[in-house]
């Protein structure tokens, strides 16, 4: 994909024609995460994390901050009190710009991605409880990645599976999937419809 720079306005254009797709399975719960976008002088950053090892699923794998809606959240809610509790960044509503589809989590969660757009940041204090460490990775590098694939099945889907390598890294699974919803949204948004969803039920 050809990454341009982007304003958070047109950010928050492309996001906004964009059609998310709900999911509901029945037995999972609903999850959310955040996708912090972050404005440096190069262009925008993605802050990843790398899950504790002391964690029962997904440990050591790359993702975003995020986890369960509480009694009485909303997705947005969600995602930014999770946040604050993984990474200590505060994030404001009004700093949100926008939603991607759903993805299911073989953990039971079925998970609503929520962008949003921050200045650089640079305080990141990660609880150790959670997240062994936090990263950035520049968007147009991403962009620029040809992401490997292959079908996994979870109940009666059928999902492709993306793989972003980028250096050391394997941006992967659930992770891996975000990342090319957001990509396809912002930059390739006359893709086949076919070519945006990887399930089939």
């Known amino acids: 994909m050809n990454a341009v720079d982007l304003s958070a306005s047109e950010v928050r254009e492309r996001l906004a024609a964009h059609a998310p797709r709900r999911m509901q399975i029945e037995g999972f719960r609903r999850a959310a995460v955040l996708v912090p976008l ?3 002088p190069a262009g925008f950053g993605m802050l990843l994390t790398v899950r504790a090892q002391s964690l029962r699923s997904h440990a050591g794998q790359i993702a975003f901050p995020g986890g369960r809606l509480e009694v009485g959240e909303d997705d947005v809610e969600a995602a ?3 946040t ?3 990474v200590g960044i505060v994030v404001r509503p009004d700093q949100v710009v926008g939603r991607l589809s759903d993805h299911p989590s073989p ?11 921050l200045p650089w940041v640079t305080d990141i204090t990660p609880d150790p409880d959670e997240v062994a460490e936090a990263f950035t990775v520049p968007l147009a590098d991403l962009a620029a990645i040809r992401p490997t694939s292959r079908v996994g099945q979870l109940q009666q889907y059928r999902r492709r599976i993306y793989s972003y390598q980028w250096q050391d890294r394997d941006i ?3 992770t ?3 990342v ?9 948004a006359d893709a086949p419809n076919e070519a945006k969803d ?3 039920s």
């Open 38 to 40: 972050l404005q440096g």
């Open 80 to 82: 930014l009190r999770e």
């Open 84 to 86: 604050f509790e993984e």
């Open 107 to 117: 953990a039971g969660y079925i998970a609503t991605p929520v962008v949003a757009v």
């Open 172 to 174: 992967w699974g659930f």
């Open 176 to 178: 891996g999937n975000v």
């Open 180 to 188: 090319r919803d957001l990509l396809v949204a912002l930059y390739d």
């Open 198 to 200: 990887p399930y089939e």
